[in-house]
């Protein structure tokens, strides 16, 4: 019998039984640490933690985002399943019994750290995904126009050529969309119904989720969407609902439901409700939509529209952190400052060249409509 953690990895309990009890010796400390350390060697480490020697060459090993996700599951099972929270393991020295998780012990981080290091050393760099801009989304809106054309098929039932609009580039456009301008995560963009849209006599789009992975429990204030203007069409949440339901004919369900192989209709079991499309057909989709366009996918994932978002309002829009916390639901506790990893990273595309930073004699920028001043936002 196996018990499932919170990421998908499969322990036997009856190999952790020692969680059970309270250990009274250092001794035993360090050996139920080491227990863990050694699970995320045999998979992930170079170095034999059996022998201290270097593993062939050949042996193949994990990464070390599959380390952290062992780290992660191993540390979910010691925390919900047998209730030791997430305390750092350490042994009270007046009763001499050890409390707190284990897997959060300092033996453990210390491997975490030194695997890490070991891991840069051979040439595996762990990066985020690159943000997405507007420059790039602008590219990939022009291609996918080309790609709206209708296309000509002939049925079976029917010898006569018809005209079939291509759907999945109006989809992946709405879908980008919504992602960039919402800050949203791409399951929650995919699991957008019907219902949780409102038209408005203004103009406006109310977008209302019904779930988000930080808003548990209700209370999501929704998105008010209206129509930029004419220079930022590209990535016009307005317009990119409008143009996919009017050639998707959508009217209740999910609204971007699973397509066919061809992408030329909703793929629809007999009775039943179109299913949503999943992440990894849209991420192979989105992949393939940026080869269409000379661009290398490898930096860029599903998480590349809600980095480039929050780069857009802050840098184009001029918004301040706050507004952009409130805007997308991250909490204004800066304490903690997660943000800050989504306007920094060093894997996203340099705004300007560094050799350009002193130079005397550059060109002035062209005027930027948000805060009408000659300033790089809007070059």
């Not at 930096?299 to 997308?328: A, D, K, L, M």
Request: charge should be positive; glycine fraction near 6%; include cysteine.
């Amino acid at each position: 019998m196996t018990t499932t953690t919170g990421v998908g990895h499969h322990v036997n309990p009856c190999r952790c039984s020692f969680v059970r009890f309270s250990w009274t010796s250092t001794l035993e400390l360090h050996i139920h640490s080491l227990f863990i350390s050694s699970r995320i060697t045999l998979r992930c480490d170079s170095i034999d933690f059996r022998t201290g020697e270097q593993k062939p060459s050949r042996q193949q090993r994990c990464t070390l985002a599959t380390a952290e996700k062992n780290r992660a599951g191993i540390t979910y099972l010691f925390a919900i399943l047998f209730g030791h929270g997430k305390d750092e393991w350490r042994r009270d020295p007046a009763t001499g019994k050890t409390t707190g998780n284990p897997s959060i012990s300092v033996l453990v981080s210390h491997y975490m750290v030194a695997l890490r290091r070991r891991k840069a050393h051979e040439g595996e760099a762990t990066s985020s995904s690159r943000a997405m801009t507007t420059y790039i989304l602008s590219r990939l809106h022009v291609q996918n126009l080309r790609d709206y054309a209708v296309v000509m098929v002939r049925t079976v039932i029917s010898p006569i050529v018809n005209g079939v609009e291509n759907l999945k580039p109006r989809l992946l456009q709405c879908a980008y969309t919504l992602s960039f301008i919402c800050l949203l995560r791409i399951d929650e963009v995919l699991q957008i119904q019907m219902q949780d849209l409102t038209w408005n006599k203004d103009g406006s789009i109310d977008l209302r989720l019904p779930f988000r992975k930080t808003h548990q429990y209700g209370k999501i204030l929704p998105f008010p969407l209206w129509e930029f203007e004419q220079d930022e069409a590209a990535i016009c949440p307005v317009r990119a609902l409008c143009e996919w339901l009017q050639a998707s004919k959508i009217r209740t369900g999910y609204l971007f439901p699973r397509l066919t192989t061809n992408g030329l209709q909703v793929k629809n079991a007999v009775g039943q409700e179109p299913e949503h499309m999943s992440s990894e057909v849209f991420l192979e989709s989105f992949r393939n939509n940026l080869l269409d366009i000379g661009v290398d996918f490898t930096p860029y994932g599903t998480h590349s529209f809600r980095r480039g978002g929050c780069q857009y309002f802050v840098v184009c829009r001029r918004w301040n952190i706050r507004r952009v916390c409130e805007w997308g639901g991250w909490s204004t506790d800066f304490t903690h400052l997660t943000i800050v990893k989504y306007l920094i990273s060093w894997c996203d595309e340099p705004m300007s060249s560094r050799a350009d930073f002193l130079r005397p004699g550059q060109r002035v920028a062209r005027l930027c409509r948000t805060c009408g001043r000659s300033c790089p936002c809007n070059s």
